[in-house]
């Protein structure tokens, strides 16, 4: 295997990025790289800036999850707040700022960081173990409880919170120090002479294998392939919930479909792929591959969401897909996006990206409303009734809101957004061979080097994802011959690409090569008119229905839009009918809540439950003979 | 309130019933008065008399759910068995047991039952505090955890078992002695003056009603009332549930439909009737019907079965009742009959008897398989993939099986189904103020005296549901004037009533009214040919799909009946595709797996899974014009 030479300079500007494989068909351009002028992600990412990382950091000192790092510094016995897993979201928080340092260098922030990694740096034992929860006075001893302690999960978090920071100013680096000492710690206790377990919760996998593209140190990598081999042979005791639950019912390499609890498993299919990418395991990055496609296929939302049950927040079969009991966690989205583009990277497959978008856009944009400052933890396709406002002061359950609440019990998904949202930019484009390949679509600038070293600049100019048309000025460029493509989304028909050079059709992409020179201007047009979605004829709970889409936007239709006293359970869309632009990004559809259809408003699915409590629906049912034939019968 | 008179008469033949109101629209024909014989239902009380018992006592020594019992009478500490409800297993089963030997007079069972009872009893306190799990050495205190502890629930099976028995053999027994007891210590901790708390899990409610009605001891109603009223104002910790699960979110006079975990909803709401029924609460009773409407319209599938959630086991929204995740448990359909039995008798009303009918014939018929000793617990109305075979050996998780399974480590419904079954003839007629009232079509002799004391026996001979001819030769008669009334069920059109008398109509149910002697017979046809349902068109899950019914059973198309190798997702019905009747009570009906479609077998839901591991669906979809219009799309 081939690992980044250590010792890696620092600070490693050239690679602020999320995910940094040694090899792969593309290597991503880095979020140091890329900045993101404004639109709809750079209009996220400044309010994740400016108000999600601190309402985060707030919240996570008024509830104590932060003081317990005190407590176990102090050797304190009194009761611990929050659940098993809390310190995880003070790891995600301080990933959030290492991105979001690395990307504006904000002292102030960077002051909040040192002070939080300090006081969780002081909680650490002299070995290295890092833990509020296990090994302290009156705790349950360190790893007692594999199944459910989530230890390793926080591990994990912590370390990839380092290795953020170590991609943004190096190794030199407190936090950088303290999680290698973790991650020194875990392999000692689970390297091939210590035990022979694995953590409920995946998430060490990936961590431990992208330490070991930070620091060069082959021994991380060996344990992060030792935790993914591990699954799928019960070592855990599963008790009420199935092997599936925790990722231990199949190996990952003899898996067909992604099953059981739907974070976990892309978790674990993430660090599963940075395993195959660095070992040069194909047969376990074909595994990998193999599932995440059945489950796009098969058990995958219009929106990209992922896992259709409550019920342990798991994966569904195939086909099983209900809208008003979709879970649809943010954080399964955000563990798509990572898949999503491993995979990508890994492959080249353009379509990877497709899934991205859809979860981006639909679930990832979904979960924060406009202020950044309350989320959905889990995104429903269907609303049946008016929910009760969250409490505004307290934790809300994780699955009750149909409102958006500022904090959970559970809280995991506000931390993932928020890290999300600051290595946005990481996940814009990649470079191949002969040029730049761009993914994801928004307004942004681009510094960045090719393969072979040429410097390149692009200024990316697009009022996507309403507006199609994609501008691309170039402001440096090799004198060479080079190129530069773009994803076409599977959604896509008729597209266009205009610009000083030779058009290429490749798979789910468009490319234009030449020796484009510096000033020139490359113009993609998508078709982002909206249009009707059919669904898949196997599915049982969107059958009769149709959705409308424009470009990567799912909408739907909200009850404040319906007339007054009408009731969405009775709505219906006539059959032919087309959905128009409205203002901005809102779509109007003939809908019937009786005999005739009118004019109806819907909005992006991202947008909904912003004005107060209401119903909605993504899939609405085609108008049809309510006729029943003579001799037949209806239930009622 | 006017109470059964006390003491009450021993043996109690003339009132061996589930349920003995003391006042209401129709006076129950008491189980001992109806001799079922064969049939569909004589023929499955056959089969739990002889295997189902034996077998649920088999297991409940293997798993030493009995030996606790043992335990807590010798003081020892050693660890006990099974959930914290387990004791309520071993009183249902004597239940079952004294409504058997109640039936049959069987001197073996009665040996058995006074053994068991003995080992029950041995464990009661001097107080009359009866449980193995609370309260002894090394166990948490006596009612420190009513929210999950089960105590009083499992006291009111208790006070079951001790009612059917007092029915039976009356109430000079040990058990009805030693379930007074409890009782007496219930009102002694949770009367006016004591404890203002409810159980978690209703099922005292009704059982102290009963008893009150058994013994003619008002306290006991007066505790049952408490009890009822108790609900719905937040009395207990909900922890990670929410108050609906208790019941104990809403008043059960305030309630406008059923919520929360099903079963709970069930015992609560038996509980409420019996009390409104006794007390005169027309108010209270009223509020009960009005949530079993509702619920019937909105919440509770086609089978009859109820709770659309796995997730707590739950009700679910109105219209959501998806057919693959139908948790549908058996115990929650067995409640509604005990409802349905309870409004039908206080209101007169045969709309109630219709649910008893759907829920017997297909959620009760299908728990238990041909020999009775493996059992449904949930009963899903699509099964998308095979499952593994349950364990023969061990007890299987509640809910995991798509075959049926022996033993459950939550074991409810082997016992409540053998309690029913035993019981089941008390749920056949009644009579009202002018004669008898059929509410259930089975082959039986009935021997009992009208509203005015005067003897009649009839004896009823018909293939239903198969055959939908009822005949119903009259042996005894009273000379004067008096009524046959026969239910209609809802999906019974062109009913026909032959015999010497006036034909009346009422509501959902006809009449035959004259002086019928004795050696008349009176022809009841209900056309049972099969027939296509439609759903609601607010059913998401169900939307253009159709069902078959014929009669009372729902069918269905179990893979082992499709061609090899065909998918179930793919099948789909032709527009004005009629099911023709095959040999005995199979159908065929024409189903496509492709362009064309052919005959093809469907089997009554409640045989499905006993040729082994299959995929089944209920609802089948309509074929339809599946080309997309252009310009619209395909999701996949």
């Not at 739907?556 to 007339?563: G, H, R, Y």
Request: aromatic share 6%.
């Amino acid at each position: 295997m081939t690992l980044v030479p250590t010792p890696i300079p620092s600070p490693l500007v050239d690679r602020v990025a999320p995910v940094v494989p040694s090899t792969g068909a593309l290597r991503p351009v880095p979020a140091g790289d890329v900045t993101l002028t404004g639109g709809f992600w750079g209009d996220r990412q400044e309010i994740n800036a400016r108000a999600t990382i601190l309402h985060c950091l707030t919240w996570m000192e008024r509830t104590g999850w932060i003081a317990n790092f005190d407590l176990t510094a102090n050797g304190d016995a009194a009761p611990r707040h929050g659940r098993e897993f809390a310190d995880s979201e003070i790891y995600k928080l301080l990933e959030a700022m290492a991105w979001e340092i690395g990307r504006t260098g904000d002292t102030e922030l960077e002051e909040l960081f040192q002070d939080l990694s300090r006081r969780v740096l002081a909680a650490q034992s002299p070995d290295g173990y890092l833990s509020t929860q296990f090994g302290g006075p009156g705790q349950p001893e360190r790893y007692s409880d594999l199944e459910w302690g989530h230890e390793l999960y926080c591990a994990g978090h912590l370390i990839q919170a380092a290795v953020a920071r170590a991609r943004t100013v190096g190794l030199d680096d407190d936090l950088v120090r303290g999680a290698i000492r973790v991650a020194d710690h875990v392999v000692a206790e689970f390297g091939p002479a210590g035990r022979e377990l694995i953590d409920g919760h995946p998430e060490i996998e990936p961590a431990l294998a992208e330490l070991a593209r930070v620091t060069g140190d082959e021994r991380y990598l060996r344990q992060a392939a030792l935790f993914v081999e591990r699954h799928g042979h019960g070592l855990l005791r599963p008790g009420e919930a199935e092997p599936a639950y925790f990722q231990d019912e199949v190996p990952v390499r003899d898996g067909t479909v992604f099953a059981g609890h739907a974070v976990r498993a892309m978790y674990l299919a993430a660090g599963a792929i940075d395993v195959a990418v660095e070992t040069g395991d194909d047969e376990l990055l074909t595994a990998v591959e193999r599932q995440w496609q059945h489950t796009l296929e098969r058990r995958t939302y219009l929106t990209g969401g992922m896992g259709s049950r409550h019920d342990w927040e798991s994966f569904g079969e195939d086909d099983e897909l209900p809208s008003d009991r979709a879970y649809s966690e943010t954080c399964a989205a955000i563990g798509s996006v990572m898949v999503g583009w491993r995979l990508l990277l890994a492959t080249g497959a353009e379509r990877h990206a497709d899934q991205i978008e859809r979860a981006l856009f639909n679930v990832v944009a979904t979960a924060p409303d406009a202020a950044g400052t309350s989320f959905f933890y889990v995104n429903p396709l269907r609303r049946t009734v008016p929910g009760v406002p969250a409490l505004a002061d307290e934790p809300s359950p994780r699955a009750s809101s149909s409102q958006r609440a500022p904090w959970f019990e559970v809280s995991c998904c506000p931390t993932n957004t928020a890290r999300t949202l600051a290595s946005l930019a990481g996940y814009v484009a990649s470079t191949d061979e002969t040029g730049i390949r761009i993914h994801q679509f928004a307004p942004a600038e681009i510094d960045t080097v090719l393969a072979d070293g040429s410097p390149l600049r692009l200024r990316v100019a697009t009022g996507y994802p309403v507006d199609g048309r994609v501008e691309v000025t170039v402001l440096v460029a090799p004198e060479r011959t080079w190129s530069i493509s773009f994803r076409v989304p599977s959604w896509a028909q008729n597209v266009t690409l205009e610009g000083p050079g030779e058009v290429e059709l490749g798979d789910c992409r468009i490319a234009l090569r030449g020796a484009i020179p510096a000033g020139e201007t490359v113009v993609l047009t998508l078709p982002v008119e909206p249009r009707i979605t059919h669904p898949d004829r196997r599915i049982d709970a969107v059958r009769g229905c149709v959705a409308v889409e424009a470009g990567p936007l799912v909408y739907c239709l909200e009850s404040v839009d319906a007339p007054v006293g009408a009731d969405l359970a009775e709505a219906s869309v006539p059959v032919g009918a087309a959905p128009l632009r409205g203002d901005g990004d809102v779509l109007a559809l003939p809908v019937a809540f009786g005999a005739s259809a009118s004019p109806t408003n819907l909005i992006p699915y991202h947008r909904w439950a912003e004005r107060g409590s209401s119903t909605m629906r993504v899939w609405l049912p085609l108008q049809s003979d309510q006729t029943i034939p003579e001799g037949e019968e209806a239930h009622s």
